[in-house]
């Protein structure tokens, strides 16, 4: 299932990473480290998300204020890789004024699969 194979993948790259997951109209949350306490909350969300439509914040924590920053797009059943481009541009500009966003020191945008 394509769900738990996202967790899986997530689960796998270094250190804690920091998902926030919007489906729908919904948001939430989660810290994921080696031992994810409520994997069964987040699996429910990923399985929402890849039913219906939704997208996923990854931040990957490197250092004490050092981030990696990945986004990935959920719907069809499947999940997504955001380019590293895109998600930098998401968070370049604000979203209802189109003005340029101050720069966040210490993030580095990259795909997923580069985390």
Known sequence: MKYIELLKKIQEKN???IVT????NDTEVFNITDSIENEVNILKWFKRGMETHGSLVIRQVLGKEEFCIAGILL???H???VEREHIAWAY????ETGE????ELGVTFVQFENM
């Open 75 to 77: 719907g069809n059943k």
């Open 79 to 81: 999940y997504y890789s």
């Open 100 to 103: 340029p966003l101050p720069v």
């Open 21 to 24: 997951i919007m489906v729908e």
């Open 15 to 17: 250190g804690t990473k």
């Open 92 to 95: 370049s500009f604000d979203a």
